[in-house]
C-alpha cells in the first residue's frame, strides 16, 4: 500500500445508495442533481487551503466537487438509513456519526465530533445573550417599539420639511415670472 493509499479509508456501501454512473459526463452529475453541489468558491478555497502552492487543474477542481458531493450524498444517506432504523423522524448527529462509523470514514469522527461540541457550545452562547443583557424581553419589547415610533416621527417630519421647501420653491417660481412681466410693462422709454 503507498502513501496515496493511507489516506483514502475503506468504504464498504450498500446498493441503495446512489452514486456517479460511468456515462455520466466531467460534471459527474444530472441536471436534478446539480442543484445539490457544494458552492464552487466554497470547494476552490478547500482547495486553495488545502494546496496553497499548487495550481489545479479546472477539471480536477470539478472532479474534487464531484467527489465532495458524492461524499455527503453517501453520508447523508447512511445517516437517513440509520435515523429511519431508530424510527426517529430528523437526523441528528448521532446519526451522522454512525454513519461514518459504518461507512468505514472512523478517522473522522474525531473531527466531526469536536465540529458537533463547537456548533453546540456556539448556539448556547447565541441562546444566553438576551439572558445576560438583564432586561426583560417585555422591557426590550417595549424599547424596540419606542425606537420604531421615534423613526417614523424623524422620517414624518423630513417628509414634511421636504414638502415644505418643494412649497416654497413652487411659490416663489410662480412670483418671479409675474415681476418680470410686470417690470416689462411699466417701462415706457
Request: charged residues 30%; negative net charge; proline residues 3%.
Amino acid at each position: 500500500m503507498s502513501d496515496k493509499d493511507s489516506f483514502v479509508p475503506s468504504c464498504s456501501t450498500s446498493n441503495s445508495i446512489p452514486s456517479c454512473s460511468k456515462t455520466d459526463s466531467i460534471s459527474g452529475l444530472s441536471n436534478e442533481d446539480e442543484e445539490l453541489t457544494l458552492p464552487r468558491a466554497s470547494v476552490n478555497k478547500m482547495i486553495k487551503d488545502a494546496l496553497p502552492n499548487i495550481r489545479v487543474a479546472n477539471d480536477v477542481r470539478e472532479m474534487i466537487m464531484n467527489f465532495c458531493t458524492e461524499f455527503i450524498h453517501l453520508v447523508s444517506s447512511e445517516a437517513n438509513q440509520v435515523c429511519m432504523a431508530q424510527q426517529k423522524k430528523t437526523i441528528n448527529a448521532e446519526h451522522l456519526l454512525t454513519a461514518l462509523d459504518r461507512l468505514g470514514f472512523g478517522d473522522y469522527r474525531a473531527q466531526a465530533e469536536e465540529v458537533v461540541k463547537d456548533c453546540k457550545s456556539k448556539k448556547r452562547r447565541q441562546s444566553t445573550r438576551l439572558e445576560n443583557l438583564g432586561i426583560p424581553e417585555e422591557e426590550l419589547l417595549r424599547q424596540q417599539q419606542a425606537l420604531f415610533a421615534k423613526a417614523r416621527e424623524e422620517q414624518m417630519a423630513q417628509e414634511q420639511q421636504q414638502w415644505q421647501e418643494l412649497q416654497a420653491a413652487a411659490q416663489r417660481a410662480a412670483i418671479k415670472p409675474k415681476t418680470e412681466e410686470s417690470s416689462d410693462e411699466d417701462d415706457y422709454s
